[in-house]
């Protein structure tokens, strides 16, 4: 079978790793992909989806994986089915699960779905008046895609009717801020659930928590994700029970009633209230770094669990995880996530020890290659992943890894986990 995968982060390189070990998979394309990805399969330069679907006819792909949220929101997934063909991703219609908050909490209303209380708007007189009812602090939410800086968590309610203004006259976040979220501040933990949908039916993975702030002990500016960890014992069946109870299968029905069935990840960010579910935002796509740590703990067909969902046949699939945990930690460059640093050579030393080797790996995301040497050109720049019989056994196998990663400015959190090893 071959498989096309959309992207060029970590996410994508390790989607590629854990079907470039299944036998089902003859062949893997990125597009882009990065400058490590060619060892996995290899890169084509196209972006258009019409011009993308013309080539999966041509090379004869079976599946394609769209890795990030932007070419799904732009409908992607309705380009290549009107070509016939088979991917694995939200319709332009369900992503606005992702792409739009207004439509998300609209529909966790209508549904009964457990979310925090709200009001959308684009007048500062309605907000203001919400504001006033509201205990600090206060949560506004931009409606549109801002790259996961769109929400503001005001200390008080100056702040908060200032945020609002900023939104609202375009300043912050231009079109995406036009109109907003006004919500209560829920106090709790949160998880990351992921569940493979093929319409109607669903696979849960195990939870993962990430890690978004720069510094140790969740300190410093919040960042695409430095690193994350599952299973994460933050869960328990009984939770398990409750997301998808209340949370999971009202989603799937919902989105087939509205007449736009869910295919592809479906990512809930949940806030953990008293042991209550809330649903803090829904993600089209798999979380980056949590996807590094999901991948390899798959030990039944990671393709056929692509495949499946494409087809409406996750019914009948029987999902296989390893007994194991992962850790994901993150290297990034100097001056991530302020601004690009100088691009430097990759180094990485031979490993030697034959347990790092068989628990251990890399997953490259923001690197260029050029005659046959690795830079790290990007923010985020590899992922170290171990993989071990407890938490501390996978942390501390990441973290060897880490060690053996050299270049000029590298950067990363020591404290990956820690939530769990309390
Ligand atoms: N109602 C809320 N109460 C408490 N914290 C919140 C609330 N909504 C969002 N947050 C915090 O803000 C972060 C970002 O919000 P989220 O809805 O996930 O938007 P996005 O990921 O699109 O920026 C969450 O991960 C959470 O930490
Ligand atoms: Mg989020």
Not at 95 to 102: A, N, T, V
Not at 233 to 254: A, S
Not at 307 to 312: D, E, L, P
């Amino acid at each position: 079978m071959n498989v096309l995968i959309i992207g060029s982060g970590g996410r994508e390189y390790s989607i590629g790793l854990a079907l470039k070990k299944d036998k089902k998979v003859t062949k893997i394309f990125f597009a882009p992909g990065n400058g490590a990805s060619d060892e996995i399969g290899e890169n084509i330069d196209i972006s258009d989806f019409e011009a993308l679907a013309n080539f999966a006819k041509s090379n004869s792909i079976d599946l394609t994986i769209v890795g990030p949220e932007a070419p799904l929101v732009d409908g992607i997934v309705d380009v290549f089915k009107a070509y016939n063909l088979n991917i694995f991703g939200s319709s332009k219609l369900a992503s606005q699960l992702e792409g739009s908050k207004i439509f998300m909490k609209n529909f966790l209303k209508k549904y009964n779905i457990p979310t925090a209380s709200f009001i959308e708007t684009n007048f500062l007189e309605v907000a203001s008046k919400f504001i006033d009812t509201l205990s600090v602090p206060i949560v506004i939410k931009a409606d549109g895609l801002c790259g996961g800086k769109g929400v503001i968590i005001a200390q008080d309610k100056k702040e908060a009717k200032d945020a609002v203004k900023d939104m609202l006259s375009g300043e912050s976040f231009g079109k995406a801020g036009l109109s907003i979220i006004v919500e209560e501040y829920l106090d709790g933990y949160e998880l990351s659930v992921f569940a493979i949908c093929d319409g109607e039916n669903y696979k849960l993975l195990p939870a993962a928590q990430d890690h978004k702030r720069l510094l140790n002990g969740d300190k410093g500016p919040n960042t695409g994700g430095m690193g994350a960890y599952a299973p994460t014992p933050l869960i328990d069946e009984k939770l398990y029970k409750e997301i998808e109870e209340k949370v999971v299968k009202p989603t799937l029905k919902g989105m087939k009633e509205n007449g736009m069935p869910y295919e592809g990840v479906l990512f809930m960010g949940l806030m953990i209230v008293k042991g209550e579910v809330k649903v803090l935002e829904y993600n089209v796509r798999f979380g980056d770094p949590e996807c590094e740590v999901l991948m390899p703990l798959i030990k039944s067909s990671v393709f056929d669990l692509f495949y499946k969902a494409t087809n409406g046949e996750l019914e009948s699939l029987d999902i296989k995880m390893r007994d194991e945990y992962g850790v994901a930690v993150v290297i990034s460059s100097q001056n991530y996530p302020y601004k690009s640093s100088i691009a430097s050579e990759i180094i990485v030393d031979e490993i030697i020890l034959e347990e790092l080797k068989q628990n251990a790996h890399i997953s490259y995301a923001g690197v260029s290659k050029e005659d046959g040497k690795l830079y790290a050109t990007g923010g985020r720049v590899l992922l170290c992943i171990g993989i071990g019989k407890s938490i501390k056994e996978a942390r501390d196998r990441a973290y060897l890894m880490a060690g053996q990663v050299h270049f000029a400015g590298k950067h990363y959190r020591t404290d990956i986990a820690y939530q769990a090893l309390r």
